[in-house]
């Protein structure tokens, strides 16, 4: 397993335009300089009123599959 830290700051109406669109992927870069790209409906946990704004830990498999988002 590995697991990649990851800062997004997406305001509410980006986050919407992943939230309306089935199917949406997010891409972002870890710290460690790593391009990591997930399915965006495993953010619906961490929505706000003002968007989805923080570090989070993702914890990856052997196969490069997300398997748990938390928030850092």
């Not at 800062?7 to 939230?19: H, I």
């Not at 619906?44 to 398997?67: A, E, Q, S």
Request: glycine share 6%; proline share 6%; aromatic share 8%.
């Amino acid at each position: 397993m590995t697991t990649l830290l990851i800062d997004l700051n997406l305001d509410e109406q980006r986050w919407l335009q992943f939230y309306r669109r089935p199917g949406q992927v997010v891409v972002a870069r870890a710290r460690t300089g790593q391009s990591v790209q997930f399915p965006a409906d495993r953010l619906r946990p961490f929505v706000t009123p003002t968007g989805i704004h923080g570090c989070f830990k993702l914890t990856i498999d052997r196969d490069n599959r997300l398997t748990r988002i938390e928030r850092n």
